[in-house]
């Protein structure tokens, strides 16, 4: 199974609930299709770059989803048919994730290299004293 991130965007006119129901509803598609929901952002309602069926905002949620091309399709399949969606877009996220841990992995073991490479620091010779004051100068006690 693949990893893909599956965003859409729902006119902002439409009710919590039914965002809600819609978000219960593309859950269950991923599900029957035979993937997994790995995890689904409500990231709220948001000014749109550019207008979108004569909208301006719209309300965004993003599924993280693992599944196949056939779990894809039906997911978008209906949200081409959902009126109240006006935007979606599906990104396979396999290759980024593979790239982002080998480049951890690569920024790891040139840190380590350069620990081991760097000398630890030698103790600092201590700093010369610094000259003693001149003694004040006595008052003449009067008897």
Do not use: W
């Amino acid at each position: 199974m693949r990893n893909y991130e599956m965003i859409f965007i729902v006119r902002p006119d439409v009710a919590d609930d039914d965002v809600q129901k819609l978000i219960t509803q593309m859950e269950g598609v991923v599900t029957s299709a035979g993937g997994k929901v790995d995890k689904v952002e409500k990231m709220g309602r948001r000014r749109l770059a550019y207008r979108v069926e004569k909208q301006r905002e719209g309300f965004y949620v993003l599924f993280h989803v693992q599944g196949t091309g056939d779990t894809v399709k039906e997911f978008e399949r209906r949200l081409k048919v959902t009126d109240a969606v006006i935007k979606h877009l599906t990104v396979c996220t396999d290759e980024i994730l593979q790239r982002a841990a080998k480049f951890k992995a690569l920024r790891t073991k040139q840190e380590a290299k350069r620990r081991r490479s760097k000398p630890a620091p030698a103790s600092a010779p201590a700093p010369a004293p610094a000259p003693a004051a001149p003694p004040a100068p006595a008052e003449n006690a009067q008897a």
